[in-house]
């Protein structure tokens, strides 16, 4: 244990002032540095953004887009939204759908990643196991995602092994259909595919986190849920907030892993957008985004509210 | 904490024995199906045991030319990794001294990194959508005629792709150089320009090498984020897929284990990739480690 | 000299290398294909024109294609066997009679007022929107050993007995046209077109999706030609839209499936060939070339043995053996073994095609797949369908 | 010296380590080490860097587990207790404050674990703090507080549990020179004031000296000596403590080895001759505050170093290269066990 | 003692600093400091934490710009200049030595931005390693080395560039105590045979003590003394030396306030009255090494400190609480400027 309180101690976050380089240089020397970054920026991510909040005032046919300001497509989103009441509009229920895999999503990748993560960080002692147990988790990450989600198929499939497996052990009797193109395998792949993304968050948060605070939390008298709770947890917000922003960003814009492991008939909002492209709808898939992008900046706004990201820079 | 091996530590190992079965359970689904005989399915159970199907897949499988999409998604992932290291390094460089914006570029950072995928990728394709129209516009009502001959669109894998590629592993990159250049000693600077190094010459003597190994794990990541991304690149992508899309295309048309073969192939490539660059780290700090140790026994 | 490459666009369904190379060795024309979904052909001629120089689409997307003005007319004078081109296609006439023409006939849609007119011609011009490729007639595909009972009408579809065993195209333009078979099949409804419903007529079709969805009745939607196949061989479905080749895969795994002829008659289809307005000299003049070739019969066999229908039919004919033609055009028994292209054994002798001959098949074509007038509004409909 | 604290009725802190050992793998820590620490103690553990003060420490803490031995504090056996149950508390070296909790929340922290009411810990935590004088500073966080601050934050926080042992691994390292006196001298009177055993362990000779009760000095995971701050200063077991604790010649007389103060030998100019005497030339002059301390190669090989008072060296000083002959008074030489080495 | 070896025709490293200053924002670091070290001196600068140490040093070598006032090295002001041209050399506090490079390829780098080709540049690496005898350590990586051997490389990296000054900022704090005890004796050595300035942050009196030719003791941006190390420590100039310095009594007489050492002062029990003496209470006892530190409360309100030999203690010990009286001979009492705050 006198080896974790060394590499504890070690990785314990920088007192020292900011990495602050030798003050007697150029002025200008910052901004040339920043030019690049700020370029990719403005022309991929800046204008584009833009470009789609004027578009979704555009005007279209099957064919074109023409610049136009008007609000219909924001109207057409809505269509019955109000009117509708009680009946939930498409926009309402696809929103619903969308949120309700998004919070069973990072629930699950949350609890599960948070274990694992903690296991990684607090149960293995030596450090190379450490990060031998990281890589191993983030290694399938290399394979194509789409291939390990249709790799689910001949696992989870009417006759697939599963169920062979089911059947064969006499637990159920019919195989089991929602074991795919369901709730349940668009959730199971998105855990699958996302896990990693509160691991890896989450264990830098936990590896920062001193290691005599735990034996101090022990030492009078805390318990290891105690301690969970009351240290552990609070002083790895900022990772557990990373690790969720990532995966509530990713699940509230897919459509590929709902459409393959939903057999295409499950509703998300990036799923209705990527039609309406295919359509060539782009101004109301245009102002589709735009709505998109205001609820999860809400939810992330929120999120950020109690915690400090930067901090963990 | 105290007593090492207590019933969390068992409860925690199997969670995370299970956590890794599920994890690997697909890949591994994979690449034993990969070898099915040439009368196999997709689906278990298995029909013969054979490499048929990466033969197959080495003449070609004609629906679609897997082998091009594969040679333009490692030529993006490179351009991708190079780009993305040195305009991380750069803006990490900025990034430690106060500039006018620099708040600006963070928090663009961090939102390029947070905003979903599918709007990114439909802004761009707006985006050069308009300046395409713009052109052609500027070329019907001038009458230039190479214009209207031979434009038709700025959208391609090197353009719209690889500016779409670069808004998702940039905000990484700057991350993983902010958190260099925190733990990054100012001393090391102070003492080459003390010992007459010009400020190109520190960078490049001094700052380059000891980040350096920092620099291949930013490569490694923006080669991986590249080498796999779909959402970004889905409505951003000229005529010409990247592998993961006509992955995604073939998922649907293809009726053989020669996906999976391919499957294997890839993750197979990727590895080699990644591993690669594991080793030629440790066998650079080896080497390192070598020099020395000959020199002298008694280490004092 | 350099052979010349043409980026031959469009889904991977349409893409046989055999063919490619066949090209290659007859006029040294180089094809690259570029492959994609249904769907994406279509956005993929508006939106980057450039990034082919020939495309191999459906005439029921010309609706939106051709007011773009994006592709050029075909010249009918550079086409050598223009004349003998389908009359299915060019008038809607199986052996003189009229077959249905709901929806987007090809007939309806054949013809430019000019070359680079964006209006249809009612009358024939030399310009023509699309050369026909392939085209056939859609039903549904079932597993008969699943089900154990003749099937003769769309309306089995829905029936509740296939609850979580059915499924339709993920092509909403199609998919509704699958339901619109079904409502009328009930009697619940008669459509004037069902290629080109009203608001009113989109409402209750859709209103009988989703209350199937809801009921559970759909275990997913297919895409493309081998999603379809691998449903039904897996037997994750038993009773789905589908097309001919496709049900002749699933059989070449040896699990039985039938190409189900029904009563209310078949949702029909065409592809051909278009090039974009900017093609032009050297390349232009090999798309010509590969056009010809392409009707000069190789290829026409080639896709009949797949179980499509090939554009001219005589030529097609030269280059089938006699027991082939037999077999797959005028629904005579197998004297021998089926060969598909590929040489895989597709049938034993004996074996007769699922819906007869071409002209029993094409002949009782009921409709078209379409693009509506209120196709934005279906649009909608159907991601309120996927959301229900 | 800590007798008369120990027989005082309430103090607390008898802590016994018998034959104690920790090994971790093939390397042993700790090495079968026995110890006695009388009740209400100040004892500080002395030692090189690696030889197991950290580690015997832990041990009586309960975050590492004995291979072998007992410990016993106030006549429980406490090896296998887990350290909330042993009756210790411990001080780390960095503290180990909780960031995220303020002051007062930090000093509560035990009284959280055991359930007891807001109010009621809160309460406690604030008179805990005032007698270490923070009580303005309850509500901040241990980032906003001076080193000093923060470390007196650590000490409430561990007395609040009412340990019969305070175990502190070198506090002060953390501290600028002039806080570190400060504390020293807080830590003491706070050691006298609760009657309780402070198990103290430090690099610095200085700190040992000011505060120990009990001085041990340990070496490759053993006891090398142990005894007041006086006893193991100015009479040094071995060679090994006259060297480590500085200011002491090790002088081999051939068949055995004494020590001799450096403030205790006596220093003329030139060559002189005599018995307890040695022959010398000057190698460095050093001023060191209480007089100079002149450096000399003694002419059989060894190092040398005498401490000549100021006056006296003003009057003749010393220059380097010259010749001197060092001597000292048999009576203040002690014999070495184990020889020169 | 620097005058000897600045007039020797080589020394080099003359040092003036004229009116400096420096402030960050509105904060002043360093205020407006006059100082001049003679050639080939061994310079410390002491003072508490804050002070402007490292800010004036940092400033001689370029690292920062002086807000205003002159710096001057061997009669060039080096004000404006970059830290190459200035002819100082720098020994950063954690050696700042590259990891990646071997140490012949650390002590050659300067020589390398020159421009210098490779062979005879790791020649000279070569012949500089020799002198802080590291010759066969050339090819190891600094990680490979211990602590006071990086030391010596940072040494020999500085001293390849032929400094006429070498600014050390608490170049032993990281080594441990044996080890610091050898490289001060060795860095003294080489400033001698170099006959350069040595200009050497430290936080410890014991290694001023030790090194320096000047002590300059600073405090809140300002020089609060300088001279010798004798001087400072034995006659401070006011209350906050003799404070700093230790083991002085800073004892207010009311019209004047002066300093007393420790070991000056006589302490004899119960009340006894005298001019020059003060009766106290015992407040504690500290073993000091070479005698007792006995600490007291005077009944005016002051603490005093008398250091007791061991043999006079022995005799007649104090205890906490009893009664004392402390007195001083008027000779070893000097005068503090600016009384006794
Ligand atoms: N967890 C561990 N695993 C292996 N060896 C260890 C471990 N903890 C300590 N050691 C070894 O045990 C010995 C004693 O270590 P310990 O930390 O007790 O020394 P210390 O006296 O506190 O030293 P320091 O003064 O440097 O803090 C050392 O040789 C150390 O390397
Ligand atoms: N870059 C800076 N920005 C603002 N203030 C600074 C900066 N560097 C130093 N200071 C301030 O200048 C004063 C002098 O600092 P300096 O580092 O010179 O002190 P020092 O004597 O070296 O202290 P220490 O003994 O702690 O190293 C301090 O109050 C410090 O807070
Ligand atoms: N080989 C030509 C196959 C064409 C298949 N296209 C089917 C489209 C059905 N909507
Ligand atoms: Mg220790
Ligand atoms: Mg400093």
């Excluded at chain 2, 197959?56 to 998604?73: C, K, M, T």
């Excluded at chain 3, 070359?115 to 310009?127: G, I, M, R």
Aim: proline share 5%; net charge neutral.
């Amino acid at each position: 244990m006198a080896a974790s309180t060394a590499t504890a101690t070690a990785t314990l976050p920088a007192t020292a002032p900011a990495g602050a380089p030798p003050s007697v240089r150029s002025r200008w020397a910052p901004y040339w540095q920043a030019a690049p970054l700020t370029a990719v920026f403005l022309v991929f991510f800046i204008l584009p953004l833009l470009a789609t909040f004027i578009v979704s005032f555009w005007n279209y046919t099957e064919y074109s887009i023409e610049p136009d300001f008007k609000i219909q497509n924001y109207i057409d989103v809505f269509d019955k939204c109000v009117s509708g009441l009680p009946d939930l509009c498409t926009t309402f229920k696809t929103y619903i759908s969308t949120l309700k895999f998004c919070l069973i999503v990072w629930l699950s990748t949350l609890v599960l990643g948070f274990t694992v993560s903690y296991y990684i960080a607090f149960e293995i002692r030596r450090p190379t196991t450490r990060l031998i147990l990281a890589l191993v988790c983030t290694i399938p990450f290399w394979t194509s995602n789409v291939i390990r989600m249709i790799s689910w198929i001949p696992l989870l499939g009417r006759n697939g092994l599963i169920n062979q497996m089911l059947i064969g052990l006499g637990i159920v009797r019919d195989p089991q259909d929602w074991l795919l193109y369901s709730d349940f395998s668009v959730i199971l792949a998105f855990v699958h595919l996302n896990t990693v993304f509160m691991i890896v968050p989450i264990v830098n948060s936990m590896s920062r986190i001193d290691r005599s605070l735990i034996e101090a939390a022990y030492d009078v008298g805390a318990t290891g849920w105690q301690t969970l709770t009351n240290v552990v947890i609070p002083l790895c917000k900022t990772g557990i907030a990373i690790g969720s922003i990532f995966v509530i960003t990713v699940v509230m814009g897919d459509f590929i892993t709902i459409g393959l492991m939903g057999g295409q008939q499950i509703a998300s909002i990036g799923k209705t957008i990527n039609v309406e492209i295919s359509y060539l709808q782009f101004p109301i898939a245009a102002a589709n985004a735009i709505i998109l992008l205001a609820v999860v900046m809400m939810i992330i706004a929120a999120m950020v509210r109690f915690v400090d990201i930067r901090k963990e820079l | 904490m105290r007593e090492g091996r207590s019933l969390t530590f068992v409860v925690l190992t199997a969670i995370f024995a299970l956590y890794v079965l599920f994890l690997y359970g697909p890949t591994i689904t994979i690449l034993i199906l990969s070898f099915q005989g040439p009368d196999g399915g997709l689906t278990f159970p298995m029909n013969g045991v054979s490499l048929h199907w990466f033969s197959n897949l080495f003449q070609g499988i004609g629906v679609a030319y897997v082998g091009d999409a594969f040679l333009r998604s490692l030529e993006l992932g490179l351009l991708v990794a190079f780009l993305t290291v040195v305009i991380s390094v750069m803006a990490g460089l900025a990034f430690r001294r106060r500039f006018r914006g620099a708040n600006i570029l963070f928090y663009t950072a961090i939102a390029s990194l947070i905003l979903p995928s599918i709007i990114v990728s439909l802004g761009i394709a707006l985006e050069f959508r308009i300046v395409d129209d713009a052109i052609k516009a500027l070329g019907d009502n001038y009458g230039i005629e190479w214009i209207q001959d031979n434009f038709q669109t700025l959208v391609g894998v090197f353009t719209s792709g690889l500016g779409a590629h670069l808004t998702w592993t940039l905000p990484f990159g700057l991350l993983i150089m902010f958190a260099v250049f925190n733990r990054f000693n100012p001393s090391y600077e102070e003492a080459a320009r003390d010992l007459g190094a010009t400020p190109w010459q520190t960078f490049r003597h001094v700052v380059l090498p000891i980040i350096a190994p920092s620099l291949v794990g930013v490569a490694l990541f923006g080669f991986t984020l590249s080498w796999d991304e779909i959402a970004r690149t889905s409505q951003a992508i000229g005529a010409e897929n990247t592998l993961p899309l006509q992955l995604e295309g073939m998922t649907t048309t293809v009726t053989t284990p020669v996906i999976y073969a391919l499957g294997t192939v890839t993750t197979a490539i990727s590895m080699a990739v990644i591993l690669g660059a594991i080793a030629i780290l440790i066998l650079v700090q080896r080497h390192r480690a070598r020099r020395g140790s000959d020199a002298g026994k008694g280490l004092v | 000299a350099e052979p010349i490459t043409l980026r031959y666009l469009s889904t991977a369904t349409n893409q046989a290398p055999a063919i490619a190379d066949q090209a290659f060795k007859d006029i040294g024309v180089k094809i690259q294909y570029v492959s994609v979904d249904t769907d994406d052909v279509t956005k993929r001629i508006i939106t980057q024109p450039n990034s082919f120089d020939l495309v191999d689409t459906e005439y029921f997307s010309l609706k939106k294609l051709v007011p773009s003005g994006n592709l050029m007319g075909m010249d009918a004078r550079k086409i050598k066997l223009v004349d003998k081109l389908a009359t299915v296609i060019t008038k809607g006439e199986v052996d003189g009679k009229k077959i249905g023409d709901q929806g987007t006939a090809p007939k309806k849609v054949f013809y430019l007022e000019g070359q680079h007119s964006k209006k249809f011609a009612a009358e024939p011009t030399e310009w023509i929107t699309l050369i026909p490729t392939t085209y056939n007639a859609d039903t549904l595909g079932i597993r008969p050993d699943l089900i154990k009972r003749p099937i003769s009408s769309w309306s089995e579809l829905l029936n509740p007995e296939f609850k979580g065993k059915a499924a339709i195209l993920n092509i909403p333009s199609i998919g509704i046209m699958d339901a619109a078979m079904v409502v009328e099949a009930t009697g619940k409804h008669k459509y004037a077109d069902k290629g080109n419903m009203t608001k009113d007529e989109i409402d209750l079709t859709m209103a009988t999706l989703i209350e199937a969805k809801k009921a559970g009745q759909f275990r997913a939607f297919w895409s493309d030609f081998n999603e379809s196949v691998n449903l039904m061989a897996s037997g994750e479905t038993v009773i789905q839209s589908m097309w001919s080749p496709a049900v002749t895969a699933v059989r070449l795994k040896g699990i039985p499936c039938t190409f189900q002829p029904l009563k209310e008659g078949y949702r029909a289809w065409a592809s051909g060939f278009a090039l974009p307005k900017t093609l032009k000299g050297k390349q232009l003049d090999a798309a010509y070339e590969f056009i010809n070739w392409f009707l000069s019969g190789w290829a026409g066999a080639y896709l009949n043995r797949q179980g499509y229908y090939s554009a001219v039919l005589e030529t097609a004919k030269e280059h089938m053996e006699p027991y082939e033609w037999a077999y797959w055009m005028e629904g005579k028994p197998a004297e021998k073994d089926i060969h598909g292209p590929d040489g895989g054994l597709l049938e034993k002798a004996g074996a007769t095609r699922d819906g007869g001959s071409y002209a029993e098949r094409m002949g009782a074509v009921a409709c078209w797949n379409a693009v509506m007038d209120e196709n934005e509004y279906m649009v909608r409909k159907w991601n309120e369908f996927i959301a229900a | 010296m800590p007798e008369t604290a120990a027989t005082a009725g309430k103090a607390k802190g008898l802590i016994e380590f018998v034959a104690v050992s920790k090994s971790y793998g093939h390397a042993i820590a700790v090495d079968a080490i026995n110890l006695k620490i009388p009740a209400a103690t100040y004892c500080c553990l002395l030692g090189p860097s690696g030889c197991g003060k950290t580690t015997s420490l832990r041990m009586l803490a309960g975050h590492e587990i004995a291979t072998s031995g007992d410990i016993l504090l106030d006549n429980v056996n406490v090896t296998g207790l887990p350290p909330a149950k042993r009756g210790t508390a411990m001080m780390f070296q960095n503290y180990a404050l909780f960031p995220h909790l303020s002051v007062a929340e930090n000093v509560a922290f035990s009284l959280k674990m055991k359930g007891v009411a807001k109010a009621e810990r809160l309460e406690k935590a604030r008179r805990m703090l005032k007698l270490v004088e923070l009580e303005p500073y309850a509500d901040r966080l241990p980032a906003q507080l001076s080193g000093g601050q923060q470390q007196r934050v650590a000490l409430a926080r561990a007395l609040i549990t009412e340990p019969h042992a305070l175990l502190l691994d070198e506090p002060l390292s953390a501290l600028d020179p002039f806080l570190r006196l400060r504390v020293r001298g807080e830590l003491k009177r706070l050691q006298k004031s609760l009657a309780i055993s402070f198990v103290h362990v430090t690099h610095s000779q200085d700190e040992a000296l000011a505060l120990a009760d009990l001085v041990v000095l340990m070496n490759a995971g053993r006891i090398e000596q142990q005894g007041t701050a006086a006893d193991v200063f100015s009479r040094p077991r071995t060679a090994f403590v006259a060297r480590f604790v500085g200011s002491h010649n090790v002088i081999d007389l051939g068949d055995r080895a004494v020590a001799v103060r450096t403030d205790r030998v006596s220093l003329v100019h030139g060559d002189t001759d005599g018995a307890s005497s040695r022959q010398a030339t000057v190698t460095g002059i050093e001023f060191a505050g209480n007089g100079f301390s002149v450096q000399l190669a003694d002419d059989r090989g060894g190092e040398m170093s005498a401490l000549v008072p100021e006056p006296a060296f003003h009057a003749q000083p010393y220059q380097e290269g010259e010749r001197a002959t060092i001597s000292w008074a048999p009576s203040d030489a002690h014999v070495l066990e184990g020889g020169a080495n």
